[in-house]
């Protein structure tokens, strides 16, 4: 857990993890208008709250708002991304992807449209009322979700905030078949959805065309303090032609080797500082392409929230640095891009 930063009175980051968990730092940052800065140690408060079932029960009901009163969350809009996918001939693409903004990727495999881990929202976190506590984002989406073509599949790698986003989610079409990680169906099913499917590591699915199959990941799945049950998900998308492997948040491993060549592989690039044990720099994502052997790569999970410690240019520019000898590999560099097969 982390709370990062108070201006003009609105809370600017919450974000629930384990207690006590390495992955992150034990300070609350608390800044205010004028640039000043308190820092607090909150360990002692998490190790009080995760032993206080009225806590938790708490902490697990802010979570599973709907976002339909959080009208405070229209200030400060993110600036617009500087692409907007042009979907003209997207019907036509056998292989292609866009980048709508952090781990949301809007992918044409077969004859199937494939959103990844929607979050199309201002802010991400828990609800308290008129405003949601949690991240700001810094760019707008590149479409909105009137913009979106017809969605097919809806992918959700793990329970996140910045993954599962439930008011997102509770926009979309509830007819929309959901893959997700296992034991997070109680956060999907409860929004209307029709067609829910929880997948464990090794499982796979058949959706039409495509088969899913749910993949081993460095990572860990609790979306408040206690709910460590939750699984977390990579995914393996097969069409007749074409495969496409989407990492969702993982650390550095080397358990994709066994998978054959891909076409495809989008792989997160930051919020590893301080978070190396559950979030891969840039460099290590593209060990994890190369694993894979991928075609093309598509860097995500970064320049959209500010999750952790490094500068927000910084994973992308370690990651065109990284990949400098095969440039063209990268598929994408910019929120809004598309990329597709045919070109």
Not at 169 to 188: E, F, G
Request: aromatic share 6%.
């Amino acid at each position: 857990m982390y709370i990062r930063g108070l201006r003009c009175g609105h809370l600017i980051g919450v974000i629930s993890g384990r207690a006590n968990d390495p992955r992150g730092p034990s300070v609350l940052n608390l800044g205010c208008c004028g640039g000043e800065a308190r820092t607090l140690n909150w360990r002692r408060w998490t190790n009080w709250a995760k032993h206080s079932p009225l806590t938790l029960r708490l902490a697990d009901r802010l979570g599973r708002g709907r976002g339909r009163l959080r009208v405070l969350d229209r200030l400060h809009p993110p600036v617009k991304a500087a692409h907007k996918p042009d979907l003209r001939n997207w019907h036509k693409e056998e292989l292609a992807a866009a980048w709508i903004g952090h781990a949301t990727v809007l992918m044409r495999i077969g004859d199937m449209t494939v959103l990844t881990d929607p979050v199309m929202c201002n802010r991400v976190g828990v609800g308290f009322g008129l405003i949601t506590g949690g991240p700001r984002r810094l760019v707008a989406p590149a479409l909105s979700l009137a913009e979106l073509p017809p969605i097919d599949l809806i992918l959700v790698s793990h329970a996140h905030f910045d993954h599962l986003d439930r008011p997102t989610l509770n926009r979309l079409a509830k007819d929309i078949p959901v893959v997700a990680a296992h034991r997070t169906h109680d956060l999907i099913k409860d929004l209307g959805f029709k067609n829910v499917t929880e997948l464990q590591w090794g499982e796979s699915l058949q959706v039409r065309s495509l088969a899913i199959t749910a993949r081993e990941v460095n990572h860990w799945g609790a979306r408040t303090f206690y709910d460590n049950h939750r699984g977390f998900n990579a995914y393996l998308i097969e069409s007749s032609k074409r495969r496409v492997l989407y990492g969702g948040d993982t650390a550095y491993h080397e358990r994709f080797k066994d998978i054959r060549k891909v076409d495809l592989a989008i792989f997160g690039i930051g919020a590893y500082d301080p978070y190396i044990q559950a979030h891969a720099t840039p460099e290590q994502a593209l060990a994890m392409a190369d694993h894979v052997r991928a075609e093309r790569i598509l860097p995500m999970h970064h320049s959209t929230f500010l999750l952790s410690s490094e500068p927000v240019a910084e994973p992308i520019e370690r990651m065109m640095a990284a990949a400098s000898k095969d440039p063209e590999r990268l598929a994408i560099r910019e929120v809004g891009q598309l990329w597709s097969s045919a070109n």
